[in-house]
Nanobody, 119 residues
Framework: QVQLVESGGGLVQPGGSLRLSCAAS????????MGWYRQAPGKRRELVAA???????NYADSVKSRFTISRDNAKNTVHLQMNSLKPEDTAVYYC?????????????WGQGTQVTVSS
């Protein structure tokens, strides 16, 4: 089992910054991707940013140039630096880890952390 613990959400004014962190523990091997998703009320969960093996990153178009994902392999932690936040970034943010074991694919999720952008 993989356990994910998120931190760093909160309330911030438009234009502000937040940094989300997600620490993974447990059977953390064969991880091929770590990332962040978000879900706003009444909307589907969507990919925000992901980092793959070799530190290849991809971002949703809506957050490119504002958000940066990074990974600390020694600490099994993934971070999301969010700058220039907008009200439309308000959502519950979920950490995700994708694992491939013996040819089977597994997705693990954190409990979610609320990000609210409001004046």
């Amino acid at each position: 089992q993989v356990q994910l613990v998120e931190s760093g959400g909160g309330l911030v004014q438009p234009g502000g910054s937040l940094r989300l962190s997600c620490a993974a523990s447990g059977t953390i091997f064969s991880i091929t991707r770590m990332g962040w998703y978000r879900q706003a009320p009444g909307k589907r969960r969507e990919l925000v940013a992901a980092i793959l093996s070799g530190d290849i990153t991809n971002y949703a178009d809506s957050v490119k140039s504002r958000f940066t994902i990074s990974r600390d392999n020694a600490k099994n932690t993934v971070h999301l630096q969010m700058n220039s936040l907008k009200p439309e970034d308000t959502a519950v943010y979920y950490c995700n880890v994708h694992q491939v074991v013996a040819g089977s694919h597994y997705d693990h999720w954190g409990q979610g952390t609320q990000v609210t952008v409001s004046s």
